[in-house]
C-alpha cells in the first residue's frame, strides 16, 4: 500500500485543525458585540488565517514537489476526476478564504499584525463599500469549503467502509485497513 508522505500527512491534519478552529472561531466571533473581546478574537482570527494561508503554500510546494499516490486502480473514471476536482476546489478555497479575509481587513482599514509582532502589508486601500463586498465572499466561500470539506469526509468514509480500500488509511495512518 502507498501512503502520503509522513510531512504531507502532518500538512494536512495540522491545515485541517487550524481551519476548522479558525472557522468556528469566526462563526463564534462573528455574532459577539463590538468589544475589546472580540477585537482580540478579530485578531487571533487574522492570524490563524495567515497561518492557513503560508502552511497550504508550504503543504502545495510539498505536493508538487512529492508525488502523491496513485488512486486505487478499481475507482471509476468519474470518482477519479471527481477527487481530482475535489482537490483542486480544497486547495483553490484554502487560498481564497484567507486572501479574501485579508483583503477584507485592508479595505475595512484594519492591518494585520501577525501574532501582534509582524505586521502584513494591506492588499488594498480602504474602502468600505467594497470591504462589505469582500465580507460577503469570505463568509461565502467559508461556507462553500465547509461543504466540500464534509462531502470529502463522506468520500473518504464511503472509500473506507463502503468500497474497502485504503484512501483513508493513506492519509491517516492511525486508522486499520478495511477487512
Known amino acids: 500500500m502507498?501512503?502520503?508522505t509522513s510531512v504531507?500527512?502532518?500538512f494536512h491534519?495540522?491545515?485541517a485543525a487550524v481551519i476548522f478552529g479558525n472557522f468556528a472561531l469566526g462563526v463564534y466571533m462573528h455574532e459577539l458585540p463590538i468589544?475589546?473581546?472580540k477585537l482580540r478574537l478579530y485578531s487571533y482570527h487574522k492570524w490563524a488565517g495567515v497561518t492557513i494561508f503560508l502552511l497550504v503554500v508550504l503543504r502545495l510546494l510539498w505536493r508538487f514537489t512529492h508525488r502523491p499516490p496513485e488512486l486505487p486502480a478499481r475507482m471509476a473514471?468519474?470518482?477519479r476526476a471527481t477527487a481530482t476536482l475535489a482537490h483542486v476546489v480544497l486547495y483553490s478555497l484554502t487560498l481564497l478564504v484567507p486572501l479574501t479575509g485579508w483583503l477584507f481587513s485592508s479595505a475595512k482599514g484594519f492591518q494585520t499584525v501577525w501574532f501582534g509582532v509582524l505586521p502584513i502589508p494591506d492588499l488594498i486601500a480602504r474602502?468600505?463599500?467594497l470591504a462589505d463586498v469582500l465580507k460577503e465572499w469570505h463568509e461565502s466561500l467559508n461556507?462553500?469549503?465547509l461543504a466540500v470539506v464534509v462531502l470529502h469526509v463522506i468520500a473518504a468514509l464511503k472509500h473506507h467502509f463502503?468500497?474497502?480500500d485504503d484512501v483513508l488509511v493513506r492519509m491517516a495512518p492511525w486508522v486499520r485497513r478495511p477487512r
Open 2 to 4: 502507498q501512503r502520503y
Open 35 to 37: 468589544s475589546p473581546t
Open 143 to 145: 461556507f462553500l469549503m
Open 13 to 15: 491534519w495540522l491545515i
Open 127 to 129: 474602502d468600505l463599500v
Open 162 to 164: 463502503h468500497d474497502r
Open 8 to 10: 504531507a500527512i502532518l
Open 77 to 79: 473514471g468519474w470518482e
